[in-house]
């Protein structure tokens, strides 16, 4: 895939996924098998302890996973993950994920996330798997 590829697929991501959109979160890059995403924390993410609340943060990292696999050029989605959150999310104005391809099959991904707070710690890790379809990504831009 080329540059004019990937700004296609975050321009695509940035407006057509609405709940992240409507809920302060963009893909910042994307390359093949990685991708960034980033939040904008605001009132309406934190929970009732002040920390940014556990399905903000998943939904942070399933984001920037869906950009890493979409880079493929072909539809995919998320199949599973395992979230393990290290440490809260507490006075903190933005976040970042970082997904990273793990392993690539024909039908499979699998994938790291991370999402890091300004920081610079780890918040949230996880290992995400997604199904890469047979349908070309381009047919939805």
Excluded: W
């Amino acid at each position: 895939m080329d540059n004019n590829f990937y700004n296609q697929l975050r321009e695509f991501l940035n407006t057509k996924d609405h709940f992240c959109k409507e809920n302060g979160m963009q893909i910042l890059s994307i390359s093949e098998g990685c991708a960034e995403a980033e939040m904008i924390v605001t009132e309406h993410h934190l929970n009732g302890m002040r920390s940014v609340q556990g399905g903000a943060l998943f939904t942070l990292a399933d984001f920037a996973c869906a950009a890493a696999i979409n880079s493929f050029g072909m539809a995919a989605v998320s199949m599973s993950a395992s979230v393990s959150f290290i440490r809260p999310g507490i006075n903190m104005k933005r976040m970042t994920a970082v997904a990273k391809l793990v392993n690539k099959g024909k039908t499979t991904a699998v994938l790291d996330v991370d999402v890091i707070g300004e920081n610079g710690k780890i918040l949230l890790h996880s290992m995400m798997t997604g199904h890469l379809s047979d349908k070309p990504l381009s047919d939805f831009f």
